[in-house]
């Protein structure tokens, strides 16, 4: 493996935990900044002008461009080491987040929200890979749990850390937060992570990649690009075939590369391609609504921006709670009858959102938000196991950066596709003309997100009936799993 260049005292079992702490901060600098944007939108859009409405495109780039990058962060780590990518991750974020600060339009913040997500894609694989490099086979499942723990709590504190900024300071401080922990981690990086590399990396598909980042790309453009940029019906529609087409001739080129980034046959196993097309679909769903809670419970029932956050702490504390009972019930019940009926539970609870309004008792929201915040860990749980379970050890790691990517997919387009409709029945009620059309607005597109979800469930129905032992979880690179 190596050409290895280690740092003092690296080896050594201090510094070993040191290197879990720094990898655990990394990942939970990644996920509170997935999350606490999003109980910032109001205020960020009026500070910039914007309608709180069109904000979308903030939470898109970054999910999107994370997505672009996953698929390269391995191999960037083998070509030039972990060190020096993990660092270079630091330094991107952190210039991304005071690129976020400095933005005084739409635009230039959500090119600063690209820069930051080039750094928030290495961060946890890239930490990942040097975790598994540094401790021993039999620790390393331990060493990452230590390191998933801070995924859960960047969910939990984001949202009510971001409206609490918001109403004590402002906006921009939600990223200026990042930049002494970015600091303190570039220093710590250079003293104690080892510069593990390997000396044989095969070459790069760059081909691959870029059918595959272009596809990604175009066809996220194609439903932000139609409310949000002006396109047009003809120009977005173009948009979606070049996006398909991309994506079509990378699997034509991956049947006959050597070295494809992800190899066709890993869609042999069925649970791995169910898995996958489960996460796509399921996920468009819920990646939208830690978009759409925040906002709706602003802009349409009148909470304050710490109140809104506040009243996201339900959803994830349930979560937490739920993983504990989640390996049990699917061993009990199995995969597919856990994911067809919580993917159907999860739907109709994502609908039952539209019956807010401004006159529903605090309690029925936070137990609305409970009980959809701990059907949706159960789903994510068993999402991520069914599609990993039955690789081996050659293919797994394939598997689980493919899993990654597509996660991080469907979140981009989950949160474009929750922008779009959101805009288009904005329009129909005349928000800004017609009195209550923003709470009518957000009850119709909770209705339909709800409906995407529930006819994802027809997916985990092909499953194999007799899958039941789930594996260990890994940590989710969007840390809302």
Same mark, same amino acid.
């Given at each position: 493996m190596s050409d290895s260049l280690v740092p003092p005292l690296a080896s050594t079992a201090g510094s070993r935990r040191l290197l879990l702490w720094l990898v655990a901060i990394g990942f939970f600098m990644q996920t509170l900044d997935a999350t606490i944007i999003n109980t910032a939108l109001p205020a960020m859009a009026a500070s910039l002008g914007e309608s709180p409405l069109r904000m979308q495109s903030v939470v898109v780039a970054y999910s999107l461009t994370m997505a672009m990058l996953i698929p390269a962060s391995g191999w960037l780590a083998d070509r030039f080491g972990t060190r020096r990518v993990f660092m270079l991750a630091i330094v991107l974020f952190s210039l991304g987040s005071l690129a976020c600060a400095a933005s005084r339009g739409l635009s230039e913040l959500v090119a600063s929200r690209v820069l930051q997500g080039l750094g928030g894609a290495l961060l946890l694989p890239v930490g990942r890979l040097a975790v598994l490099r540094t401790f021993p086979r039999g620790e390393f499942l331990q060493a990452m749990a230590f390191v998933a723990i801070p995924g859960l709590i960047g969910p939990l504190l984001g949202p009510t850390l971001g409206g609490w900024l918001v109403q004590v300071a402002s906006w921009h401080w939600i990223f200026l937060i990042n930049l002494p922990v970015g600091l303190i981690g570039l220093l710590a990086t250079w003293r104690f992570m080892p510069d593990a590399r390997n000396a044989d990396t095969p070459r790069f598909d760059l081909a691959g990649y870029a059918l595959l980042a272009f596809g990604m790309v175009s066809i996220s453009l194609a439903i932000e690009g139609g409310t949000e940029m002006g396109l047009g019906r003809g120009n977005t529609a173009v948009l979606a075939v070049f996006g398909f087409v991309a994506l079509v001739v990378y699997w034509l080129h991956a049947a006959r590369h050597p070295r494809p980034l992800f190899s066709p046959e890993l869609f042999h196993v069925r649970t791995l391609s169910v898995g996958l097309m489960g996460n796509l679909f399921c996920r468009l769903g819920s990646g939208a609504m830690p978009f759409l809670i925040p906002i709706s419970l602003q802009v349409a029932l009148g909470y304050s921006p710490f109140n809104a956050g506040l009243m996201m702490l339900p959803t994830a504390l349930a979560g937490m709670a739920m993983k504990r009972v989640a390996t049990p019930l699917i061993l009990r019940l199995g995969y597919r009858t856990v994911l067809v009926a919580n +993917? =159907?539970?999860?739907?109709?609870?994502?609908? %039952?959102?539209?019956?807010?309004?401004? =006159?529903?008792?605090?309690?029925?929201? &936070? $137990?609305?938000?409970?009980?959809?915040? @701990?059907?949706?860990?159960?789903?994510?749980?068993?999402?991520?196991?069914? +599609?990993?379970?039955?690789?081996?050890?050659? %293919? @797994? *790691?394939? /598997?689980?950066?493919?899993? %990654?990517? !597509?996660?991080?997919? $469907?979140? *981009?387009? /989950?949160?474009?596709? =929750?922008?779009? &409709?959101? *805009?288009?029945? *904005?329009? $129909?009620? /005349?928000?800004? !003309?017609?009195?209550? $059309?923003?709470?009518?607005?957000?009850? @119709? +597109?909770? &209705?339909? !997100?709800?409906l995407i979800t529930l006819a994802s469930a027809a997916v985990f129905w092909q499953l194999p009936a007799e899958a039941r032992a789930p594996q260990p979880e890994g940590p989710e690179v969007s840390g809302h799993g």
């Amino acid at each position: 493996m190596s050409d290895s260049l280690v740092p003092p005292l690296a080896s050594t079992a201090g510094s070993r935990r040191l290197l879990l702490w720094l990898v655990a901060i990394g990942f939970f600098m990644q996920t509170l900044d997935a999350t606490i944007i999003n109980t910032a939108l109001p205020a960020m859009a009026a500070s910039l002008g914007e309608s709180p409405l069109r904000m979308q495109s903030v939470v898109v780039a970054y999910s999107l461009t994370m997505a672009m990058l996953i698929p390269a962060s391995g191999w960037l780590a083998d070509r030039f080491g972990t060190r020096r990518v993990f660092m270079l991750a630091i330094v991107l974020f952190s210039l991304g987040s005071l690129a976020c600060a400095a933005s005084r339009g739409l635009s230039e913040l959500v090119a600063s929200r690209v820069l930051q997500g080039l750094g928030g894609a290495l961060l946890l694989p890239v930490g990942r890979l040097a975790v598994l490099r540094t401790f021993p086979r039999g620790e390393f499942l331990q060493a990452m749990a230590f390191v998933a723990i801070p995924g859960l709590i960047g969910p939990l504190l984001g949202p009510t850390l971001g409206g609490w900024l918001v109403q004590v300071a402002s906006w921009h401080w939600i990223f200026l937060i990042n930049l002494p922990v970015g600091l303190i981690g570039l220093l710590a990086t250079w003293r104690f992570m080892p510069d593990a590399r390997n000396a044989d990396t095969p070459r790069f598909d760059l081909a691959g990649y870029a059918l595959l980042a272009f596809g990604m790309v175009s066809i996220s453009l194609a439903i932000e690009g139609g409310t949000e940029m002006g396109l047009g019906r003809g120009n977005t529609a173009v948009l979606a075939v070049f996006g398909f087409v991309a994506l079509v001739v990378y699997w034509l080129h991956a049947a006959r590369h050597p070295r494809p980034l992800f190899s066709p046959e890993l869609f042999h196993v069925r649970t791995l391609s169910v898995g996958l097309m489960g996460n796509l679909f399921c996920r468009l769903g819920s990646g939208a609504m830690p978009f759409l809670i925040p906002i709706s419970l602003q802009v349409a029932l009148g909470y304050s921006p710490f109140n809104a956050g506040l009243m996201m702490l339900p959803t994830a504390l349930a979560g937490m709670a739920m993983k504990r009972v989640a390996t049990p019930l699917i061993l009990r019940l199995g995969y597919r009858t856990v994911l067809v009926a919580n +993917t =159907a539970i999860i739907g109709v609870l994502m609908a %039952s959102f539209a019956l807010a309004t401004p =006159a529903t008792p605090w309690a029925l929201h &936070v $137990a609305l938000l409970a009980t959809f915040g @701990a059907f949706n860990s159960l789903q994510f749980t068993a999402m991520n196991t069914i +599609t990993l379970k039955d690789l081996d050890g050659a %293919s @797994a *790691s394939s /598997g689980n950066g493919l899993l %990654s990517m !597509v996660q991080m997919l $469907a979140m *981009s387009l /989950g949160v474009a596709i =929750a922008g779009a &409709v959101l *805009s288009g029945f *904005s329009r $129909a009620f /005349g928000a800004g !003309v017609e009195p209550g $059309a923003a709470l009518h607005a957000f009850q @119709a +597109t909770f &209705v339909t !997100v709800g409906l995407i979800t529930l006819a994802s469930a027809a997916v985990f129905w092909q499953l194999p009936a007799e899958a039941r032992a789930p594996q260990p979880e890994g940590p989710e690179v969007s840390g809302h799993g």
